[in-house]
Every structure is written in structure tokens, then in C-alpha cells.
């Protein structure tokens, strides 16, 4: 081949990178560079390649071995049949400890001569020698280090999936075996449905990872595609302790041959399968940790009482159809006496609530689900804990009324100890006539939430937060924002976020009042306020009159003078006008480290010069806007905001112009264009 047939060899003119110095490495890079120009001058094929190897050399000393391998590659273009470019290319790689990719280039090079090159069957034999001498540190280290330390750093608690291999099972047999002793082992299993592409596959191959660790498995994640029974799949493996002849269980037949091994168990299905409780226990009854998917109906009719199962710590059930009776639930809580968390949807009665923590002395998290009212905001709990720790929490959701002895008797049961409650739903009932004789104090309870409709439940959270000298979030709906409610929350000195719905009708006509109180508590108290946090939604439109302009409630004008809060949401139900602008002004002169800020008006409309005083806030890092029309000019001034990382943007339109200024000068920038409809009045 000649030099002028190859057509990128001009490339080679360019100043190769470096890395790294090493000695006059660069200088005899620099010179070669240069030389090589001369070389494609005269088309001076033998000097070129001496020079490119050369370079090529010098290049891998200075850690730029992508070049110096582009170079070797061209030194083969150029004589393919030399041993020179498969010696140089092979040459990097061994620098760069790569022995397989070193030994497969001297290899070409001896396939592509009619004479064996020594140099290359001398560098092989080399290359080999360093492949085989491997240090691994698993197997010097002692066990216990390794099961304990290496070994769960590694795994992170990955699931490992049932095709897929895990390189860590295949470095050595030293490794297998210490990976397969960890305690927490998981695997995913996700059928596939008859009628996918794959259908062919066989599943021995296909879940091959699963069928020849199966004595291992301690923790099974399920997912369960189609009512093709996956039975067939396991039944090629060999679980520990694996029952057989055992009767058939129908949708458990899947994990029945696993048996006494299983410690976790998290199935979920695409269609309706339904699961008896105590066919489950007997097929596992060393579970700890059992998830129970939305489609997954469980069958507690049989429970017999007499069964106990102390493992089980953690028993979620997600399909809100399973409604657990009294007598179930009460029978559940004796066959778990060990129940740390408990996630179920309960039917008629609230009795379980009261006998609870006297069956389980360690129970920490109580949630009943049901069809819950939809909150304005998720509930104020973290939702992902480890099954070790879990902080003590009553949630209660559900359109079933719940009996408000109970709730009391509950939360009594939990004083000591109880850090979240959430309730949305209804009482039945009123509040036990003997509360004042039975003093009660919940020191660690320090989030609280209510969205209840009744008037008269305002005495249950006046109950709650009176007694929680350390509460530190609040949320509250419909009737907990009742001026009773506010005006006890004046005392809580340690709260520092608070969110708040409005109700559109309110059950009291001084409620503005019981705001505007609450929050000029909080500006009274200047630098020493807790409050750093705020949302508040569904806030109505200003109060006008045919002959007056639109003003603002005085308690939002508060709200602006609190030189604590670092993070604010507001979503209003009017458009963000010359009415809204006060509220804005004060805002940018007192809350001066703000640092988030979201104002929603959805399918309302921002008018210009609303957004302009927010440049005044220096430390703002994140904001948010989401209204039908916005004012690009507002819009484009974030692009100044000094500290601003984060912008969101939901509207009916903003340009394309505008939305590459954004993105070009903002760290993360998110612009959704949906369509928000004028409500009709």
C-alpha cells in the first residue's frame, strides 16, 4: 500500500496529546511529528513506519496509549504482512496491563505472515505468564473479612437477575464461595409471557443464573408477567431444603420448591392472583420480610391462630381489595409476634389498633391503606426504610371510618416511642370523655399530619401537638386548619416545616385570623424562629369589592415577612396580577435567604413584573413556576440569578428562543409545554 492511498494519514500531522512527561519523551514525540511530514513529501513508506513506531512508543510512556494505538494501527495499514505494528500495538497494551487484549494483537500479527516472527512468539509466552500471575486478595484475606467487609460492598444489595451472569461468581472459585456465603443474596426473577419473542429461548438457558445458584437464595424479588405458571423453571434447580411431592399450591407452586431457604419474598403479578396466608407461612416459615404485590389477593380465611411464625418483621400487603377483618388481623398479629412493620388494608373496625402493640411488642410502623382521600401532598414520612430500621410510625388512609377510641388507644400504646403520624380519613366518634384524667406526652413524635373533615376532630390534633415538644413538621387539611389547631401550634418551638391546604369552605369563619396570628408569631420572633420551611395550597383569590382594587389577606402578607424561611410553596388559585405584586415586593426585602421557591397558579396566568422582584433574593437556588401564560421577560432574568442551579418551568408556551437561553445558562433546567384550560366560573 502506498503512503498517498491512505487518506488519513494527515491526521498523523497534528500534535499528538500528552498525558504525562516522561524524560524527553515530548521532544522525541515533537521531532517525529514534524519528520513524518518530510516522509509523506517523498513517500518514504520504511522511514514513516520507523518514525510512527517510534512516536508510538514514546506515546505510551506518557500514558497516551489511545494514540499510540492509532498509530500501530496505521503502521499495519501500511504493511500488513510486517511483524512491526502487532509487536508495537501489543507492546502498549502490556504497559497498560491489558494481557488479553496484548496476547490477541501478537497473535494477528502471526497469523498474517507466512513466517513466524520469534519476537512475537516470544512476547506471547510472556504476555501469558503475566496473565497467570494474578493476586487475589480473597482468598490471602481470612474469611470473616471477606464475608463481612469486601463481600457486602461489593453486592450493595443488588438483586442479581436470573439470566444475567454476576461477575463476581466467575473471577475464581474462592470468590464463588465467598459470595454465595453472603447472608443476603438476592435474585430477580421476571417471567417472561408465552406469547413474547423470546418464547423459544429455553429456560434453562435463559434463567440459568438462577437454576445454578438456587441453594443459595435467600431474598426472592418476583414478577410475574402472565398466569403462565413459572413452576417449571424452579423445579430445574436445587433449593435448599427443597420439599417435594408436597400439594399443589396453584400461584405458590412457584416458590414452594424453595422451601425453608427463603428468608425475603417480594412477588408482584400483571394479572389477579390470589394467595393463601397460611399456605405461604408453611411453605416459608423462615420469611422475615414479605411484600405482597397490588394484584396479589391474600387469602387469610384460614388462618389458624395457633401458628406462630417469630421471623416475620416486615409484612406488606399492597392490593387494597385484601381488607383484613378484626379477627384476621388479631389472628396475624399472634402468628407474628416479632411484626416490626406492618403495611395492610383493613376492613370494618379499628379494633387491631388497640390490640397491636400488645401481640407485637416490637411493632414500629402501623399503616392501613385503603381508598384514602387524595391529599394536596404525599404523606409527610420517609417511605423507603431497611427492614432494621424502621422509625416508629401509625399512617392511617383509608374511606373506612376509624373508630376514635381506637386511634387514641393506639397512639397511647405508642407515646414513648411514636416520631410519625398521618391520618387522612374520617373519625367515628368523639374523643374519650376521661382524657384529661390520663395525662400523655409524646417527646419523640416530630411529624404530624391531618386531613380530616369532621369540626370536631380539631380536638384530637389540638390533643396530639399539645402534648409533642419536639415537633418539627406539621401538615395539616380541611379541619386541622382550624384556628384552634394554628393557635396550638403556636407553642411548638421546635417547628420548622409546616404545610398547609385550605379548605375552600372553611368550617370556621375566623381561620384567616388564627393564620394571620400564627404567622406573625413567627415574624415577632425574627432570627430566633424555627420556621424554615412552608407550603401552602389552594390559597383563594384577594378579597375584592365592584369599586375597590383586589387585596391581598393580610395573613399572606405575613407570611412574606418571615426572614427564617428558606424554602416556600405556594399554589393560588387567582392570577399572579398587580394584587400578587405587595406579596412579592416584601418578600425580596426580608426573606433574604430563601434558597427555594415554587409558585403554582396552574391554569391561571403570571402577569408581567410579577417575577421581577424575586432577583432581589440572591441565595436562591431553586425555583419553580407553573401557570398558564408566563412573561418571557420575567422569565429570562434567571439567567442572572447568581446561585440558581435548578429552574422549572411549566406553562401553555415559551419559545424556543427562550428556552435555549435558559438551558445554555442555568446548571439544570427543566421546561415542561402543557396545556392548562381557564376555569369556568
Known amino acids: 500500500m502506498t503512503v498517498s492511498a491512505l487518506s488519513d494519514l494527515q ?55 489511545d494514540t499510540a494505538l492509532r498509530d500501530a494501527a496505521v503502521i499495519q495499514s501500511l504493511d500488513p504482512s510486517s511483524a512491526i505494528g502487532y509487536q508495537c500495538a501489543g507492546d502498549v497494551y502490556i504497559q497498560q496491563g491489558r ?22 512468539e516470544r512476547s506471547i509466552r510472556v504476555a501469558k505468564e503475566h496473565l497467570s500471575k494474578k493476586m487475589d486478595p480473597v482468598s490471602l484475606l481470612p474469611e470473616e473479612v471477606v464475608a463481612t467487609n469486601i463481600i457486602p460492598r461489593l453486592m450493595r444489595d443488588e438483586r442479581l437477575h436470573s439470566s444475567k451472569p454476576c461477575p463476581y461468581l466467575y473471577v475464581s472459585r474462592i470468590w464463588r464461595e465467598r459470595v454465595l456465603q453472603y447472608d443476603c443474596l438476592s435474585f430477580w426473577l421476571s417471567t417472561r409471557s408465552p406469547h413474547d419473542a423470546d418464547k423459544d429461548v ?12 438456587a441453594p443459595f437464595i435467600k431474598k426472592l424479588y418476583m414478577k410475574l408477567e402472565s398466569n403462565h405458571d413459572p413452576c417449571h423453571i424452579l423445579e430445574q434447580a436445587t433449593f435448599r431444603n427443597k420439599q417435594r411431592n408436597a400439594r399443589d399450591f396453584g400461584p405458590l407452586s412457584i416458590i414452594q420448591v424453595i422451601g425453608h431457604g427463603l428468608t425475603h419474598l417480594d412477588m408482584d403479578t400483571r394479572y389477579e392472583m390470589e394467595i393463601n396466608l397460611e399456605d405461604l407461612m408453611g411453605t416459608c416459615p423462615n420469611l422475615v420480610s414479605s411484600r405482597l404485590g397490588s394484584e396479589v389477593l391474600l387469602n387469610t380465611a384460614s388462618l389458624v391462630n395457633n ?13 387494597q381489595r385484601t381488607t383484613l377483618s378484626q379477627e384476621n388481623l388479631e389472628a396475624m398479629f399472634k402468628a407474628f409476634p416479632s411484626l416490626i412493620k406492618l403495611r395492610a388494608t383493613h376492613g370494618k373496625g379499628t379494633r387491631s389498633l388497640s390490640l397491636i402493640h400488645r401481640y407485637c411488642p416490637r411493632i414500629q410502623w402501623i399503616e392501613y391503606n385503603g381508598a384514602p382521600y387524595a391529599p394536596a401532598e404525599p404523606p409527610p414520612y420517609p417511605s423507603d426504610h431497611h427492614d ?22 393506639g397512639v397511647r400504646s405508642h407515646a414513648d416511642t411514636l416520631e410519625f403520624f398521618d391520618f387522612v380519613g374520617r373519625f367515628d366518634g368523639g374523643m374519650p370523655s376521661n382524657m384529661d384524667h390520663t395525662p400523655v406526652h409524646f417527646p419523640r413524635l416530630i411529624q404530624f399530619g391531618l386531613y380530616s373533615r369532621r369540626r370536631y376532630d380539631v380536638r384530637f390534633s389540638c390533643w396530639m401537638l399539645s402534648n409533642s415538644p419536639n415537633l418539627e413538621f406539621a401538615r395539616l387539611r380541611a379541619s386541622g386548619v382550624l384556628s384552634e389547631t394554628l393557635d396550638c401550634l403556636r407553642s411548638s418551638r421546635h417547628l420548622k416545616r409546616l404545610q398547609i391546604a385550605l379548605s375552600p369552605r372553611p368550617a370556621q369563619d375566623d381561620y384567616h ?70 406579596f412579592m415586593n416584601a418578600l425580596s426585602q426580608h426573606c433574604h435567604i430563601l434558597e427555594f421557591i415554587d409558585l403554582c397558579c396552574f391554569e391561571y396566568s403570571v402577569e408581567e413584573g410579577s417575577l421581577s422582584p424575586l432577583q432581589r433574593l440572591r441565595n436562591l437556588k431553586h425555583v419553580g413556576i407553573h401557570a398558564r401564560t408566563l412573561p418571557e421577560e420575567d422569565i429570562l432574568h434567571f439567567q442572572n440569578f447568581p446561585a440558581l442551579k435548578q429552574l422549572y418551568v411549566s406553562t401553555n408556551m415559551l419559545s424556543q428562543n427562550t428556552q435555549d437561553t435558559l438551558l445554555a445558562s442555568i446548571e439544570k433546567v427543566v421546561i415542561k409545554c402543557t396545556t392548562y384550560t381557564t376555569t369556568a366560573v
Open 307 to 319: 401458628h406462630v411464625y417469630p421471623k416475620m418483621i416486615h409484612f406488606e400487603i399492597r392490593n
Open 202 to 213: 429455553a429456560d434453562q438457558v435463559q434463567h440459568a443464573e438462577l437454576i445454578r445458584f
Open 513 to 582: 385570623q388564627a393564620l394571620e396570628r400564627f404567622f406573625q408569631h413567627h415574624v415577632k420572633l425574627g432570627k430566633t424562629s424555627s420556621l424554615e420551611t412552608l407550603s401552602l395550597y389552594s390559597i383563594p383569590p384577594p378579597s375584592s369589592n365592584d369599586d375597590t382594587v383586589p387585596v391581598l389577606a393580610s395573613w399572606l402578607l405575613s407570611v412574606a415577612h418571615l426572614s427564617r424561611l428558606k424554602s416556600l410553596t405556594l399554589h393560588v388559585e387567582f392570577d399572579m396580577d398587580a394584587s400578587f405584586l405587595p
Open 99 to 120: 494481557q488479553l487484549a496484548a496476547i490477541n494483537e501478537y497473535t494477528k500479527g502471526l497469523e498474517n505472515m507466512a513466517v513466524p516472527d520469534p519476537q512475537l
Open 388 to 409: 432494621n430500621d424502621h422509625p416508629n410510625a401509625i399512617i392511617l388512609r383509608s374511606n373506612v371510618k376509624f373508630h376514635m377510641d381506637d386511634v387514641v388507644s
Open 11 to 65: 491526521d498523523l500531522l497534528q500534535p499528538p496529546p500528552i498525558a504525562a512527561s516522561y524524560r524527553d519523551a515530548a521532544t522525541v514525540i515533537s521531532r517525529a511529528t514534524s519528520r513524518i511530514q518530510q516522509c509523506l513529501d517523498t513517500n518514504d513508506m520504511d522511514q514513516l513506519v520507523s518514525l510512527l513506531e517510534d512516536r508510538a512508543r514514546q506515546l505510551a510512556l506518557v500514558a497516551s496509549f
